[in-house]
């Protein structure tokens, strides 16, 4: 439970009073709170943890990392389907 | 060239294995703390492909196995009651209280979700004014950021409807405790690398000072365990007892200050009980008092509840690294995942569970996995 997964960031925005980006996760999209890692910037890569990143990695790091969580089937967080702001159309959810 | 290929294709392993030989005057034992280094070390063979006499013995590091039965059973209490949405990490869902699981109650109508990350519970309870909205709160410094901005965000945004049940544990207490033990064999560790991207690894200086003990911050990928392994039999054969840092590409010493700061804001240090271990003073989390409100467990004014492990679970001596999983005649014959008796067979990255999910009770996969090892490769 303990090991955060890395990702792209695709977009970043503000929302709910908070700094925010979507990730990207091999085929999966999801929301990340980007507050403890305030200076990142869409392209960074970053270490995602339930939803909130918690540092910021290189490509190759993030690359090596996520094959090695694959490989461990630490991925399965990434698969609950995503929860949509009540009343709002979201971002589609995810796979 | 991928990680882990480079780990297959021997030839680093191989050398880091053969430099740990060479240094090596005598047996040491060492500790991995975290679960996902203890999952990753079993289903690559790490252990297999270590010189004898350099026995890795597995650590309390898994937030799942070490939450205790009674905080369990109050979750249960809670998710039971019709007036609750009970949100959960998946992994919590098939942990068994004294009766049943999360998964039962929510088969008996109980209204219980698993969600990805705890800001989620924000949006379930605004959608939904008429329920209270309770996340069970578990797991080690890495986790408790996130719980720390629901809450804030809870009580900024003026949600009302929301609270956390709190289970949250610290690492370098735990190391403490362990080291603290008559029993205690352990003489150096491995430490829980995205424990310290969080909380950096400054406090654990003293604590290496005031134990001479050896405490390398690890990643959890097999050469990263190796590496770690190896910067460890160094201190220990040349006399030192220092932190050092084998997950530089990740963390730094100070780690994350605007979570830790947050986390500061709304936690506050707390005793806390690790299941099959008991209670270790300043060991986990609680809420500040300006949180209350967002306090589960006062919320539903939950009574004690008193709870029983069963007598022949070892598990308790398995996560101080007295025993291993099979020195445990219940390990894999009447406690399985299926049916866990205890703390280490409850999560895919506690111990038992780990040795049962690859074979290792089987003695024809031991003797398979300790082949290839010795050939230079890994499972």
């Given at each position: 439970m303990c090991l955060a997964i890395p990702g792209r960031v695709t977009e970043t925005f503000a929302k709910g009073g908070m700094r925010m980006g979507r990730v990207q996760f091999g085929g999966i999209t999801r929301e990340a709170c980007l507050e403890y890692v305030p200076e990142t910037q869409p392209g960074d890569y970053v270490l995602v943890h339930v939803g909130f990143a918690i540092s910021r990695v290189n490509e190759e790091e993030a690359r090596r990392t996520y094959q090695a969580l694959l490989e461990l089937e630490?991925?399965?967080?990434?698969d609950v389907p995503e929860v949509l702001e009540p009343g709002a159309s979201g971002h589609g959810g995810s796979a | 060239m991928k990680y882990l290929d480079e780990y297959r294709d021997g030839k680093i392993a191989s050398k880091i294995v053969e430099e740990i030989r060479r240094i090596q005057t005598r047996p040491w034992v060492i500790m991995e703390v975290c679960g996902g280094q203890t999952h990753s070390i079993v289903k690559n063979g790490v252990d297999y492909l270590l010189?004898?006499?350099?026995e890795l013995v597995h650590g309390p590091g898994c937030p799942v196995c070490v939450t205790p039965l009674e905080m369990i059973d109050k979750a249960h209490a809670i998710a039971r009651r019709p007036d609750v949405i009970f949100c959960s990490f998946g992994?919590?869902?098939?942990?068994?209280?004294s009766e049943g699981d999360l998964f039962t109650i929510k088969s008996e109508g109980g209204d219980v979700r698993i969600v990805y990350s705890p800001l989620d519970c924000l949006k379930i309870a605004r959608a939904n004014p008429d329920k209270q909205v309770v996340f069970f709160?578990?797991?080690f410094e890495t986790t408790a950021p996130a719980n720390a901005m629901l809450v804030s965000r809870a009580k900024q945004d003026g949600v009302h409807n929301v609270s956390i049940l709190v289970s949250h544990v610290l690492v370098p207490p735990s190391i403490a405790a362990i080291l603290q033990s008559p029993q205690n064999r352990v003489q150096g560790f491995l430490g829980p690398g995205h424990v310290c991207a969080i909380m950096g690894y400054r406090e654990y200086e003293p604590m290496s000072a005031r134990f001479k003990v050896p405490i390398v911050i690890t990643g959890f990928e097999p050469l990263d365990i190796l590496q770690g392994t190896l910067m460890v039999v160094r201190q220990l054969e040349e006399g030192r007892a220092e932190v050092e840092n084998e997950y530089s590409r990740i963390l730094d010493r100070e780690g994350n200050r605007p979570a830790q700061k947050l986390v500061a804001n709304v936690f506050e240090i707390a005793d806390r009980k690790w299941r099959g271990v008991g209670s270790i003073p300043k060991s986990g989390y609680k809420l500040r008092w300006e949180y209350r409100d967002y306090d589960a467990e006062k919320i539903f004014s939950l009574k004690e509840i008193d709870t029983r492990e069963p007598e022949i679970c070892i598990s308790g001596r398995i996560l101080r690294g007295i025993k291993k999983p099979h020195d445990c005649p219940a390990f894999g014959t009447i406690c399985t995942p299926q049916h866990p008796l205890g703390a280490t067979m409850?999560?895919?990255?506690g111990a038992c569970a780990a040795y049962y999910a690859y074979g290792r009770h089987l003695e024809s996969k031991r003797e398979e996995l300790e082949a290839m090892a010795s050939l230079g490769g890994a499972a």
């Open positions: 630490q991925l399965t967080e990434l | 010189p004898r006499g350099i992994d919590m869902l098939r942990v068994p209280g709160a578990v797991g409850v999560s895919a990255e």
